[in-house]
């Protein structure tokens, strides 16, 4: 599970990230409310935890951003304002819950994996595109009725070409979403699954749906 946490202090961001990571989550930190929102529209996560009062954007605008624009992740708020206003205009704005400070880490454990167990009902269960069907509950691919074995990576790339359908998606955002690793230029391993990607879901007399753009990366989309 890959967690975006938005906190503006140092100290609670990086005992929040380490618990978290020893709890066996991925974790990414920004610290301001605009390089937050960037990472969200950017990257797919589980789940964001942000902070109310944040530089440059606050957390209310972050995630009423994040709604406008269609991305449905799912938003936990931490903040020291406890009225009953502001936990109010927080869950209208989209937030899924809110946790006051000071709080117990054990407390925030327990609201992410109530929120993440819930979750799933949020998504869709099937991403379609063309006659190329990818159920999300059982990890199967069918292009016209026809099932294709895939691998775990290529099923999670598929995945993100298909979540993110009509986007070219550059290598370096691949490698990060598929492998959370930093791309290389001297690494192929991208387009090496692409290409073992395209012979599986792309038949001789079928219509092409993963479309290279020059010198930018991969985009999936009927047609260009």
Do not use: C
Not at 126 to 137: E, R, V
Not at 176 to 192: E, L
Not at 203 to 208: A, R
């Amino acid at each position: 599970m890959k967690i975006l946490l938005v906190e503006d202090e140092i100290k609670t961001a990086s005992y929040l990230q380490r618990g978290l990571r020893e709890n066996g989550f991925v974790v990414d930190v920004a610290y301001d409310g605009e390089d937050g929102l960037h990472l969200a529209q950017e990257r797919i996560y589980d789940l964001i935890i942000v902070d109310v009062m944040l530089p440059h954007r606050d957390g209310w605008s972050l995630i009423s951003e994040l709604r406008r624009s269609g991305n449905q992740t799912l938003a936990l708020f931490l903040t020291a304002r406890d009225a009953l206003s502001d936990r109010i205009k927080g869950l209208e704005l989209g937030a899924d819950a809110y946790l006051v400070k000071p709080f117990a880490f054990s407390e925030l454990l327990a609201n992410i994996r109530t929120l993440l167990r819930r979750g799933p009902a949020r998504q869709p269960e099937t991403l379609q595109i063309h006659d190329l069907k990818i159920d999300l509950i059982h990890s199967r691919v069918f292009r016209a009725g026809r099932r294709i074995d895939l691998t775990p990576k290529e099923f999670q790339l598929l995945v993100l070409l298909a979540r993110r359908k009509g986007e070219t998606l550059s290598r370096t955002v691949i490698a990060d979403q598929v492998w959370d690793m930093n791309f290389d230029s001297d690494t192929n391993v991208v387009d090496v699954h692409i290409r073992r990607l395209r012979s599986k879901v792309e038949l001789p007399d079928q219509k092409k749906l993963i479309h290279t753009v020059r010198g930018m990366g991969y985009v999936l989309e009927e047609e260009l």
